[in-house]
Antibody, heavy 117, light 110 residues
């Protein structure tokens, strides 16, 4: 079975950094594009970023471009999201998801990031 | 990056059908068929219902169907059941490798 397990969330002060991880299993990770999606408390889903199979191309939502960096380690079957210069409006549950022709067919359980002083 | 527009809520009785609309710009839906729909129950991760406008992943009930016309995509749920009460989101590929979700629709089964 496909499994995606996020980790690395927590409470962080504005302006600081945090790195999220997503451990993948049950499928051939190195051949799958991957996404990050977030959801602020009580709000809707927001697409954050996507990375290709080799890890050499990432795309970003306008709201995070220049502050967040998506990456992957295919040897470790792990996806990452480096989040710098965090702001209060980055507070959300962050999900990793596997790509299926532009959709997201499997999702992790999410990890909560709270940005507050 | 403005979100796709969905009705905030839809309510209907069990056994009936509902259709949720998802409106974007002509560029959102005209060029690509990367429209997908997701169901999310409270406190749970989203679940893929429809991809590539009208395809259902294995295991998804055929009561769920998708379509697209012009700048609007639609999700139809037929034979509404209590377990269908959830939030529903559309999503589309936008351009340059970016994607967008809809504003979300809360479905209530009366």
């Amino acid at each position: 079975d496909v499994q995606l397990v996020e980790s690395g969330g927590g409470l962080v002060q504005p302006g600081k950094s945090l790195r999220l991880s997503c451990a993948a299993s049950g499928f051939t990770f190195r051949t799958s594009w991957m996404h990050w999606v977030r959801q602020a408390p009580g709000k809707g889903l927001v697409w954050v970023s996507r990375i290709n199979t080799d890890g050499n191309y990432g795309s970003y939502a306008d709201s995070v471009r220049g502050r967040f960096t998506i990456s992957r380690d295919n040897a470790k079957n792990t996806l990452y999201l480096q989040m710098d210069r965090l702001r209060a409006d980055d507070t959300a549950v962050y999900y990793c998801a596997r790509d299926l022709t532009g959709s997201r067919d499997h999702w992790g359980q999410g990890t909560l990031v709270t940005v507050s002083s | 990056q403005s979100a796709l527009t969905q009705p905030a809520s839809v309510s209907e009785s069990p056994g009936q059908s509902i259709t949720i609309s998802c409106t974007g710009t002509s560029s959102d839906f005209a060029t690509y068929n990367y429209v997908s729909w997701y169901q999310q129950h409270p406190g749970k991760a989203p679940k893929l219902l429809i991809y590539d406008v009208s395809n259902r992943p294995s295991g998804v009930s055929n009561r769920f169907s998708g379509s697209k016309s012009g700048s609007t995509a639609s999700l139809t749920i037929s034979g509404l059941q209590a377990e269908d009460e959830a939030d529903y989101y559309c999503s589309s590929y936008r351009s340059s490798g970016t994607y967008v979700f809809g504003t979300g629709t809360k479905v209530t089964v009366l």
